[in-house]
């Protein structure tokens, strides 16, 4: 009964109107759950038909729900459906479960009643469905009442969004004088709203600005050309603004609006136009050709290749030759130039008439005619005081070079092209004839030969001579001369350079020695032709002869063949060279001849010994000898120099060595004054200047005692001293010994001076004063004479008294 139960409501609820809805949404789930309802209710069905007993049994239960819509940016949170299966008896024992996009965050679904209820608002821009699933769980069995089904929740579209234009700014251009309806430029605006539902993304376009210039198409937003013959030459730019609605312009939609630029490009639609009829200029008439007399404009409204134009002067007037027009690339002005030189005195004003042509022509437009224009020039010569001018731009003339002075080259001429026609007087520029080799007539500009010439010195002469006025301003002009000096037959032939010829001892008669040429300074027009010959003897030469080799070149041949040098080391050959010139000139040079014991190869030597020899004509082995004997003179001179320079040094390093044993001059010079004045202190004080000590008549004879023997004297004595104390007799005929040699010896100054007391006493409280036991490398006293001290009174040790004792 049960099952018979369950069936029959199942299939009640299946055939009410909510199943409609149910099946509408499965149509719009991909897959599983609504085929497999459509199965069972197959089944179902031929299980009926075949009069099954087994009605009762279900084979598949099935979902309740309808569609579910959400309103965009609605901020109420409340129930949107209700899924429920159709087994669910209201007792709660079901377990609904929601989960995929947007669950537990955007929805939520009672777990009880399978109500689904929204927690936040939404977006239908930032997602415009959601695709949950949904369980039905059994609470008691925890198995699935139902299988997992998917469901969509569609978000309903509200006008919350402005359209937007793209790819802005807008920017085009048009040719100018356009038809009407040229397309300018497409605008596109968006809208992010549905555009399925209601109006809400439909969009229309109109103008704001730019009328009547330009409309808009509502739909398309194409901009297009509403006025005919815009031209841009009045105005060149336009700015247009269109808007674009949503619902259709309708109230409550939204808009917005852009701009579009709209520049008119140029078209030939002008021609030139000169905006004077004549144009007039003034040129002096020393400007040089090429000069800019002036400008002249045609105006073009038009811009770029549209405005280019070619000026012309008529060919028709003949003073179009004297002036040419150009087109300036950059301003399009023509430039009117100087063709020709002017002269006031010849004529003094041009009159002709100029044309501008445009280069590019559009006929669509204007007439041929009308892309041309003329004007008149009227160009004014003025009158300016000019610097002569001469006859011909330049003198060339030839003089010989053996013309007298005074003789005339030729003459100049310059006159003065103005009406005043002043008189000129001529020079030569004194930096162009250095030489001073010609003067000119003031006057007449005629010029002669101020001194000799010489062609072989200067074959050309560069003048520059000068034109002044005798005005005020002394104008001036120059021109330039050219004199060539014509040769003569002034100079004698010459031998090539200057030869050396030789002969061999073993040469044979007939045998070439030497081949001459020769040089002429001058330059005849035919040519140099030299001739070679003997000066003419009473008898023939037996010796050699000369060749003319018909060529400006001679040979010099042997006539014998006997030539040795013990006969003969030189010959004299007389040469005789003469030129072809008128009248005939000749030289005479004497070659020497030498005889050569030539190598092997057949050459003289031309340098070292035996070429020196035979050179100076003397033999080989007696300028061997000679050689030999200065060079025995020159070793025997340096080893005399190195021996008196060894005996030099050796006679230096005696001397060296008796300075050393010899007394400092300060000392040798003085001697000491010792008193004890009234048993006082002992005082030490200089004497009065004595006769200098003499040098020893046998000092450098007779040595004094080495100062090794010195010293070894005063170690003895220091040795015994400490034996035999200061009041042994020893010790006192020592000092007495040594005080009476110093005081006979005229060559030394006394004892004390020297300060060389090998001992005072045990009782002197000072040290010993001599200084034997200092180093042998220099004698200087511990203290100089001239700073006496007082010193302990050494009288008693050698019997003195009170009275003052001399050394």
């Known amino acids: 009964m049960g099952s018979a139960e369950e069936m029959h409501g199942w299939t009640v609820k299946m055939s009410t109107p909510s199943v409609l809805a149910v099946v509408t949404v499965f149509s719009m789930i991909p897959g599983g759950v609504l085929s497999d309802m459509r199965g069972t209710q197959g089944l179902e069905a031929q299980q009926l038909a075949q009069g099954s007993t087994h009605l009762h049994r279900r084979l598949k239960r099935g979902w309740i729900w309808k569609q579910m819509f959400v309103p965009e940016e609605d901020p109420t949170l409340r129930v949107i459906g209700q899924i429920k299966s159709d087994s669910d008896r209201g007792e709660f024992s079901i377990k609904y479960i929601l989960s995929g996009e947007g669950a537990g965050d955007v929805f939520e679904i009672d777990e009880y009643s399978g109500e689904i209820r929204t927690l936040k608002k939404l977006?239908?821009?930032?997602?415009?469905?959601?695709?949950?699933?949904?369980?039905?769980?059994?609470?008691?069995?925890?198995?699935?009442?139902?299988?997992?089904?998917?469901?969509?929740?569609?978000?309903?579209?509200?006008?919350?969004?402005?359209?937007?234009?793209?790819?802005?700014?807008?920017?085009?251009?048009?040719?100018?004088?356009?038809?009407?309806?040229?397309?300018?430029?497409?605008?596109?605006?968006?809208?992010?709203?549905?555009?399925?539902?209601?109006?809400?993304?439909?969009?229309?376009?109109?103008?704001?600005?730019?009328?009547?210039?330009?409309?808009?198409?509502?739909?398309?937003?194409?901009?297009?050309?509403?006025?005919?013959?815009?031209?841009?030459?009045?105005?060149?730019?336009y700015l247009v603004v269109v808007q674009v609605k949503d619902m259709l312009g309708l109230s409550g939609g939204y808009s917005s609006s852009t701009t579009v630029t709209v520049s008119l490009t140029d078209v030939n639609d002008n021609g030139p136009t000169f905006q004077h009829h004549l144009y007039a200029f003034a040129v002096p008439e020393n400007a040089a050709v090429g000069t800019t007399v002036g400008r002249i404009m045609a105006e073009d409204g038009d811009i770029g290749v549209n405005a280019r134009m070619t000026y012309s002067l008529n060919d028709d007037l003949e003073e179009?030759?004297?002036?040419?027009?150009?087109?300036?690339?950059?301003?399009?002005?023509?430039?009117?130039?100087?063709?020709?030189?002017?002269?006031?005195?010849?004529?003094?004003?041009?009159?002709?008439?100029?044309?501008?042509?445009?280069?590019?022509?559009?006929?669509?437009?204007?007439?041929?005619?009308?892309?041309?224009?003329?004007?008149?020039?009227?160009?004014?010569?003025?009158?300016?005081?000019?610097?002569?001018?001469?006859?011909?731009?330049?003198?060339?003339?030839?003089?010989?070079?053996?013309?007298a002075a005074g003789t005339a080259v030729g003459s100049v001429s310059a006159r003065d092209t103005d009406t005043v026609n002043n008189p000129i007087r001529y020079s030569i520029d004194k930096r162009s004839d250095a030489t001073r080799a010609f003067k000119i007539d003031p006057n007449n500009g005629t010029i002669t030969v101020a001194t000799a010439l010489d062609r072989e010195t200067s074959n050309w002469h560069n003048l520059t001579v000068e034109a002044k006025?005798?005005?005020?301003?002394?104008l001036s002009s120059s021109v330039v001369v050219f004199i060539k000096v014509l040769d003569i037959n002034d100079n004698v032939p010459r031998l090539a350079r200057d030869y050396q010829p030789y002969i061999c001892e073993g040469t044979q008669a007939g045998e070439l020695i030497q081949l001459l040429s020769a040089f002429d300074p001058d330059d005849p027009v035919e040519g140099h032709h030299f001739y070679f010959t003997m000066v003419p003897e009473k008898h023939i030469n037996p010796n050699f002869t000369i060749r003319d080799n018909q060529d400006n070149t001679a040979s010099i041949v042997a006539r014998r063949s006997t030539f040795t040098r013990k006969d003969r080391t030189q010959y004299l050959l007389p040469v005789v060279v003469t030129d072809s010139g008128s009248p005939a000139l000749s030289s005479t040079s004497t070659l020497t001849v030498s005889v050569c014991s030539c190598q092997p190869a057949g050459h003289c030597p031309a340098g070292g010994v035996e070429a020196l020899a035979l050179s100076m004509g003397v033999s080989l082995q007696t300028l061997l000898g000679l050689l030999v004997c200065v060079v025995t003179l020159t070793v025997m001179s340096v080893l005399m120099l190195m021996v008196r320079r060894h005996r030099r040094k050796q006679q230096e390093g005696h001397e060296v060595e008796v300075k050393e044993l010899e007394l400092p001059e300060t000392v040798s010079q003085k001697v000491l004054y010792y008193g004890e004045p009234g048993g006082g202190g002992a005082d030490l004080d200089f004497c009065q200047a004595v006769v200098p000590l003499r040098r020893h008549p046998h000092r450098r004879r007779e040595k004094r005692l080495r100062r090794e023997d010195v010293r070894a004297s005063i170690r003895m004595s220091l040795r015994e001293s400490h034996l035999i104390g200061p009041e042994d007799e020893v010790f006192r005929q020592f000092i007495l010994d040594r005080?009476?040699?110093?005081?006979?010896?005229?060559?030394?100054?006394?004892?004390?001076?020297?300060?060389?007391?090998?001992?005072?006493?045990?009782?002197?409280?000072?040290?010993?004063?001599?200084?034997?036991?200092?180093?042998?490398?220099?004698?200087?006293?511990?203290?100089?004479?001239?700073?006496?001290?007082?010193?302990?009174?050494?009288?008693?040790?050698?019997?003195?008294g009170e009275e003052d004792t001399i050394f």
């Open 123 to 237: 977006d239908r821009e930032e997602k415009a469905f959601y695709v949950l699933q949904a369980q039905a769980i059994n609470r008691r069995s925890n198995e699935p009442e139902e299988p997992q089904s998917e469901f969509i929740i569609k978000v309903q579209d509200i006008n919350d969004n402005v359209p937007q234009f793209q790819n802005e700014p807008y920017v085009s251009s048009i040719p100018e004088m356009c038809p009407v309806g040229t397309t300018v430029a497409q605008v596109t605006a968006t809208d992010a709203d549905d555009p399925m539902f209601g109006n809400n993304a439909k969009l229309i376009y109109s103008i704001l600005q730019g009328e009547p210039y330009f409309s808009v198409e509502p739909k398309t937003g194409i901009v297009v050309t509403s006025w005919p013959n815009m031209d841009r030459e009045a105005r060149e730019q």
């Open 320 to 403: 179009s030759s004297t002036f040419i027009i150009k087109t300036d690339p950059v301003t399009q002005e023509g430039v009117v130039l100087l063709a020709k030189p002017l002269d006031y005195e010849t004529k003094r004003r041009f009159v002709m008439a100029a044309e501008a042509v445009n280069d590019h022509v559009d006929t669509r437009f204007l007439t041929l005619e009308d892309f041309r224009d003329r004007t008149t020039l009227k160009i004014v010569v003025e009158d300016v005081d000019e610097p002569p001018v001469f006859l011909s731009p330049v003198y060339e003339w030839k003089v010989p070079e053996n013309a």
């Open 469 to 474: 006025e005798i005005t005020q301003n002394h």
């Open 739 to 800: 005080l009476a040699e110093a005081d006979q010896d005229p060559c030394v100054p006394p004892f004390d001076c020297l300060r060389i007391y090998a001992y005072e006493g045990s009782g002197s409280p000072t040290g010993s004063l001599s200084s034997l036991e200092s180093s042998t490398s220099e004698i200087v006293p511990e203290q100089p004479v001239c700073n006496p001290r007082p010193l302990v009174r050494l009288s008693p040790w050698y019997g003195g």
